[in-house]
């Protein structure tokens, strides 16, 4: 890992480690022909934990002559450095600025990410307006469920891919790379592009062309991504994805995403185990998340749960299934789900009575939540989340009271077991959608509606939580909102607003600023539609037909069922054209009983105690203890070496550090001691795998077999050596400075330095830890020796502060290394 230059505004960042970019499986490819930027609209741990990204990532770079690399947005202690020092936003990669690129593709998935995506842009050095971008500047495209309705952001963006992903953007490489070669002028070029199925271009199309959806036809023929980047930050969803179905017919009216991403199609059992396997020996990973819409439909959960934990066992692999619905869960999944960790249980009943779950056609009933969250806690699960919604359609005062009297109903079930939380979001009426016409309720109403709760849900071991209203009305404005969103987006953008969905970061009266300055009234944008008027998204075809949307939003006024075309006859959505876009099951062939992996004993016998001798140089300073531990440990579960657990419901490896050393030091010398099965073969092979699975800047030195009864690393820890170099440009006459300052030092019996830590200020007496600090005037090095102790020890940063006399500011820009641990 080499330094880089913006390596200096590391250590100011709150979390280094989000800029970093070389992660194992990242790529560095260094071909020139089309360059496409991943840019994802959030912070790093949010756009590391979707997997469509993932997935593009993996489809642009095995195209020979693409490349592509990735970018977050910057949290605002990254964006003013960066701002500060006139710097461009860069790749993480390469660190090649947003301009530099020939695609920046970013990724909508929430609408709350858009000011983002502008702020992105502009730290990019690229021009906001699609209008003012000429030939030189990066073609900026745009995907994810946002642009099923494009309206907002067209002012913005040059062009929208409509739908899923993994075919278009090969043909937009391909179209670029011919452009390119030809030198074909920026208009011509998103001409060709508009060609394309799927993509829409406002220059282009206008708003009265119709852009139908594309679609995957059969998942089974793609297995990206292949070899996932392992984040070295930890990510909001820390895991292998595996996507086993896309797509869900279930028909809930309020829900987008099983709308647009009908049909529904599985992947085969067979393949998903494969890809499993594979993931899991590329990433060190030790949880598999099944996702889909709805993970308990997916036809052969049972088999796949069971074989992948008869497999993977061994590793304490823990399964996660993160979209279940109430009815789905099954006690033999619950059984299965337990045997490792026992991950979070979310359930997701929506609306408080049967009656409102009808009208929403949600389908499943109080007894069916019930009876499941009884299984769960018996299963000795701890808590349950349970997600419901106000403000849908037709609600009353009695589904209000349902909410509470189902929570009642639930506590019981739980009886004392464990903590029941209760999330309630506003309903946010989405494009596409049976109830895409309807209301959403308004500030006033959703404060009543959270006050109505505040004061009826007092059990003690009932937890409630929001989703910020306020939030959900600025989602909802720009869900079904039209061009001049637009301009409200980019004055809100000016006056300061960013990562508007973290409630942290929400500035929610500039907003409101904006919409005064602009004459924007918010319940325009929340009212009830006509069904015969003109509809922002109208020009985007996503396949479900407006006559079936006209006909559900009919029947959830009549409270009446439509039933799931998986189960019982199509209902005529429009989607399917029962050829090649049709509805898809895994291969019942595939569910044959599988043997389990040989099982690796556990026998305390055969355990032995594996000392390991490690470095950390250049950027991988910049990680923390427990990132840098996590990836030692990911490292370890790709080798071969068999690691043993504890043993519990949260099982770990038994691994111990010597020491925690700090963000921003080098280190070439730390120690960690691991109890695995004895190691069959040459501990120098077991060297050479694991330091292909590190990420770069740690290597691991030795290994070598230490005696069961050695005492812990850290009862036996003595003192550090650590060495610095000081600035190119310090004169003679402040090296004699400092070498009085250091002869002073060492004849002093005490000294005492005052600094500030959690706020408070403290005095610390460091001169009896330091055991030696000698300076080498011709190689203007310094080489110190601390003694660590349980009473504690003298940090480098001090002594270079407080000892040698530097400021704060010129200490964070010197080096300082690790050079070696000492043992009693
Ligand atoms: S067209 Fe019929 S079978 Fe296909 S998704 Fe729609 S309702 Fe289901």
Known sequence: MTDHKFDGLLLNAEKPSRYLGSEVNAFHKDTREVSFLLAFPDTYEVGMSHLGLQILYSVLNEIPYAKAERCFAPWPDRESQLRLRKLPLTSLESQTPLINFDIVGFSL?????????????????????????????????????????????????????????????????????????????????????????????????????????????????????????????????????????????????????????????????????????????????????????????????????????????????????????????????????????????????????????RIINKGNTAEDLISIVDKVFAAAWKSIKLYFMLGLPYETQEDLEGIIELNH????????????????????????????????ISLEETYIKQDFFRRRAKDRNLKLKWHDAKMSLLEGMFSRGDERLGELLEKAFRKGCRFDGWTELLRFELWQEAMDELGINPEEYLRERETNENLPWD????????????????????????????????????????????????????????????????????????????????????????????????????????????????????????TATPVGMESREEYMDITALEYPADLNLLKSEINSALPQGIEVIEIKTIPPDTKPLSQTLYAFIYELYLPANIDENQLNIIKESIEKFLASASFKIQRISKGKTVIKEIRPFVQGLTLDANKKRIEATVRHTQEGSARPFDIIVHVLGFSKEEAKQIHFTKIKTLFF
């Open 109 to 357: 998935q929430y609408e709350l990410s858009y000011t983002n995506v502008l702020n992105m842009l502009e730290l990019g050095g690229i021009p906001l307006a699609r209008a003012e971008r000429k030939d030189n500047h990066p073609l900026i495209i745009a995907g994810g469920p946002c642009c099923f309705n494009p309206a907002p952001l067209a002012g913005f963006i040059d062009a929208f891919v409509i739908g899923e992903g993994e075919e278009i953007v090969s043909e937009i490489v391909a179209v670029l790379r011919t452009g390119k070669k030809k030198k074909i002028p920026r208009h011509d070029l998103l001409e060709q592009l508009a060609q394309i199925s799927g993509i829409y271009v406002p220059a282009v199309h206008g708003k009265n062309q119709l852009i139908k959806k594309r679609i995957v036809a059969d998942l089974n023929l793609w297995s990206h991504p292949i070899n996932p980047v392992v984040p070295l930050m930890q990510t909001v969803h820390d895991r292998i994805i595996l996507e086993i179905a896309r797509g869900c017919t279930r028909g809930c009216r309020f829900c987008q995403a099983g709308m647009i991403w009908r049909p529904y199609r599985e992947r085969n059992a067979s393949l998903l185990m494969q890809m499993a396997e594979k993931l899991l020996s590329v990433t060190g990973h030790d949880e598999i998340s099944l996702l889909s819409l709805s993970s308990g439909d997916y036809s052969c959960l049972e088999f796949l749960i069971k074989t992948l934990m008869k497999q993977h066992y061994s590793k304490r692999v823990a399964l996660a299934l993160p979209s279940l619905r109430v009815e789905s869960l099954t006690g033999i999944l619950i059984e299965e789900i337990k045997k490792t960790r026992k991950t979070s249980f979310t359930l997701a009943p929506e609306a408080g009575t049967d009656k409102m779950r």
């Open 409 to 440: 109903q639930v506590l019981k079930a739980a009886r004392k077991r464990g903590q029941v939380t209760i999330s309630l979001s506003t309903f946010v009426p989405k494009p596409h959608t049976p109830f895409q016409w309807e209301k959403q």
């Open 539 to 658: 020009n985007i075809d996503c396949g479900v037909s407006r006559q079936f949307l006209l006909q559900e939003r009919k029947k959830s006024a009549e409270t009446t069922a439509t039933e799931d075309c998986r189960f019982a006859n199509c209902q005529n959505c429009g989607v399917c054209d029962f050829s090649t876009i049709k509805n898809i099951f895994a291969k019942a062939e595939e569910t044959q009983e599988i043997a389990p992996s040989p099982p690796t004993a556990d026998f305390a016998a055969h355990e032995k105690v594996y000392r390991f001798t490690f470095n950390k140089l250049g950027r991988a300073r910049f990680l923390s203890h427990l990132e840098l531990s996590t990836a030692l440990i990911r490292a370890l579960r790709r080798s071969s070496i068999s690691l043993v657990y504890s043993i519990g419901f949260h099982p770990h490896p038994k691994i111990s550090f010597a």
